[in-house]
């Protein structure tokens, strides 16, 4: 382990929080920015707070629990993903119909969590039109 033992010289707020691991120092400052110090390289490399990325993560993926909740019924978004987007297979949309309405958006979630962001999109189009009222809830939040 490589201790810093004057962290301002590092370029680093003595008031920030250290977390350690592996071979990394994490550093979350107070901007909410985290600076990364890789002691072997002596480099500084800047990413972005998980807060601060939430537009990086999929509107699908942000609001998972509120549609599984609240889209009250999926047989017209699988039929696009089956028929028109042809996301679905055919095991897999007949798997989705055959389990009880109420766990079917689970279901389909199950298969939507392994799919590109492209197709994500499709899924999100198919929401659109058949949900606008709900996906701008969610988008209000």
Same mark, same amino acid.
């Given at each position: !382990?490589?201790? /810093?033992?004057?962290?301002?010289?590092a370029?680093?707020?003595?008031?920030?929080?250290?977390?350690? *691991?592996?071979?990394?120092?994490h /550093?979350?400052?107070?901007t #909410?920015?985290?600076?990364?110090?890789?002691? #072997?390289?002596?480099?500084?490399?800047?990413?972005?707070?998980?807060? =601060? !990325?939430?537009?990086?993560?999929?509107?699908?993926?942000?609001?998972?629990?509120?549609?599984? =909740?609240?889209?009250?019924?999926?047989?017209?978004?699988?039929?696009?993903?089956?028929?028109?987007?042809?996301?679905?297979?055919?095991?897999?949309?007949?798997?989705?119909l055959?389990?009880?309405?109420?766990?079917? !958006?689970?279901?389909?979630?199950?298969?939507?969590?392994?799919?590109?962001?492209?197709?994500?999109?499709?899924?999100?189009?198919?929401?659109? =039109?058949?949900?606008?009222?709900?996906?701008? *809830?969610?988008?209000?939040?």
């Amino acid at each position: !382990m490589v201790k /810093i033992k004057n962290l301002s010289s590092a370029g680093v707020n003595p008031c920030s929080r250290l977390f350690v *691991s592996d071979s990394y120092f994490h /550093i979350l400052h107070t901007t #909410r920015k985290k600076k990364i110090l890789e002691p #072997r390289h002596n480099t500084v490399v800047f990413w972005k707070d998980p807060l =601060e !990325m939430a537009d990086v993560v999929h509107f699908v993926d942000r609001h998972r629990d509120a549609l599984i =909740e609240r889209v009250p019924l999926v047989m017209p978004i699988i039929h696009d993903l089956y028929q028109l987007y042809r996301l679905l297979t055919n095991d897999e949309y007949y798997r989705i119909l055959c389990t009880k309405p109420e766990k079917q !958006m689970e279901a389909l979630f199950s298969y939507v969590e392994s799919w590109s962001n492209e197709d994500k999109d499709k899924f999100l189009q198919s929401l659109r =039109e058949h949900y606008i009222y709900l996906v701008r *809830s969610l988008e209000g939040n």
